[in-house]
């Protein structure tokens, strides 16, 4: 748990992924008139909830969980279990949630009967002191991605769910915790030992960084499964933190660059972005949508800070840097397929050929 600004803002972060591709996934509470508000629901761990009990004894009790994405599973599966913590609270959600494979009610998704409400169908929390602004629905097919972000008036921060992403250039502080992930990532071979200095630290963020983007990206190769094994031999230790040794990639000494080129905090256009991922695979043939939500976000001039649900934060933002990545998107190739977007690129081709997406998904 994190205070993000004195007595308004705080974050609550867990580590989320595999094999140590692990980013943060954050949920924020903001301090309204008559409470607290919970964006981007989190599992409620005892250790969240001793830092949840703790604000409201300050602060005043939880009043409402707000659930602003339709699609972002790591988002919805821990609302049931929060909102069972907070009985008190009414539920927010965005509109158009669905479940695949079988399209469930949202009551058998753990939504609680008698104090769920649909974000605008059945009007908006503490509008007064938030303001709220959809982007999508989007059609995907199997179901809508479809997230609402939040101003709060009275600090200029603006909540996102996945839809914007500012991607620190030195690992976020939950990582001070246990380093492991960063350090294990930050070697070139499974026989090297994890050793913790900064610069192991700073490598193995960026390529979590390139991971978490773009699953396999073009200066990463996989070795051989004989020159796998041969390599783990030889290494001086083989524990359940090293994976006993199994280290499946190699990377090219143009990773870094490439890395780069996602940090929001370097030589950018803007400290902000979407994510590739998200670029490449939901809003692929949906970029008017994307920037008309862009160009309606920077009409917030109260905006200061970013705090998304991933990555790092907050992030210093403008509703002027809004603008200006909005244009800066304007002007460039959306969606490419080349280089580190191959694989992006390929599951999408596979989706369509499968008719499981629609060939023109622009808002439904
Ligand atoms: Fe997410």
Not at 112 to 123: Q, S, W
Not at 271 to 283: K, S, T
């Amino acid at each position: 748990m994190r205070e993000l600004v004195p007595n308004r803002v705080w974050c609550f972060e867990q580590l989320h992924g595999v094999w140590y591709v692990a980013v943060p996934i954050r949920m924020t509470v903001v301090k309204v008139e008559e409470g607290l508000l919970l964006y981007a629901p989190l599992p409620p761990t005892a250790e969240l909830l001793l830092g949840l009990r703790a604000l409201e004894a300050q602060h005043g009790p939880v009043l409402s969980i707000v659930l602003a994405t339709s699609s972002g599973l790591e988002h919805k599966v821990p609302l049931a279990s929060l909102a069972r913590a907070c009985p008190a609270a009414t539920v927010w959600v965005s509109d158009q949630q669905w479940s695949f494979p079988v399209p469930l009610p949202s009551r058998w998704l753990g939504f609680p009967a008698g104090r769920t409400k649909v974000l605008f169908r059945d009007g908006l929390p503490h509008q007064d002191q938030l303001v709220w602004i959809p982007l999508g629905p989007i059609n995907l097919g199997l179901g809508t991605f479809h997230e609402i972000a939040c101003v709060d008036l009275c600090t200029g921060t603006l909540l996102v769910t996945d839809a914007l992403v500012a991607i620190s250039a030195t690992p976020p502080p939950i990582f001070d915790l246990d380093p492991t992930p960063l350090l294990f990532h930050g070697r070139e071979k499974g026989s090297e030992a994890i050793i913790d200095t900064p610069e192991q630290r700073l490598k193995g963020w960026k390529r979590i960084v390139l991971f978490a983007n773009f699953f396999r990206p073009e200066s990463l190769s996989i070795p051989s499964f004989p020159d796998l094994v041969i390599d783990a031999m030889t290494a001086d230790e083989a524990n359940p933190r090293n994976h006993f040794a199994l280290f499946p990639f190699r990377w090219a000494p143009s990773w870094e660059e490439h890395a780069d080129q996602l940090i929001t905090h370097g030589p950018q256009v803007a400290p902000c972005r979407l994510a590739p991922v998200l670029e490449r695979l939901v809003f692929v043939r949906a970029k008017a949508t994307y920037l008309e939500w862009l160009r309606t976000l920077a009409k917030q001039m109260t905006i200061k800070s970013l705090i998304s649900a991933h990555y790092s934060a907050p992030q210093l933002l403008t509703s002027v840097d809004i603008e200006t990545y909005a244009d800066s998107l304007e002007a460039t190739d959306w969606a490419p397929s080349d280089g580190s977007w191959q694989l992006l690129a390929a599951i999408d081709r596979a989706l369509l050929r499968l008719k499981i997406v629609p060939s023109k998904s622009e808002s439904c």
